[in-house]
């Protein structure tokens, strides 16, 4: 039954191949999580820094202290903005390597499918004949001690 070892091997590998991808899955769903939530931070700085410098302008001390917060701003905007580069970068990739596991997922499973089929179309011809010897052994019995004309 070396065909049927290779159809429960395959079996287990396509299995391992489906795991692949709901792991990548998993992982490229984290990333964009992890994205979006750099989006939305880099959208809420960008929305103070906006804010400002509107409060500050008739006070010297707030028009200081609003510069350095500023400044801050800027300096934490580009930071994330670079971050933001880095995930999407990483998120390219996953969804690469996310492609490609999905392909080689389909290839093992189109594979299965046909061993199985395989396996399917030896099995049913061996019980075809075995269901034959079977009625050839009943119809030589049943003609063997039937007179002979």
Known sequence: MNLQHTVASMRRL???RAREVET???EQARRQALAERSRNSL???RELLEQVG???AHCPVRASNSAHYK????DMI???TRELARQEQALEAGRHALHEATLRRERVQRALQDKQ???SRVLSTRDQKRQDQAALQSWVHAHRFSPAY
């Open 43 to 45: 959208r809420r700085m």
């Open 78 to 80: 580009a930071n994330q």
């Open 71 to 74: 400044a801050s701003l800027v």
């Open 24 to 26: 990548l899955e998993a």
């Open 54 to 56: 509107r409060q500050s």
């Open 117 to 119: 089929a395989e396996l």
């Open 14 to 16: 396509a299995e391992l």
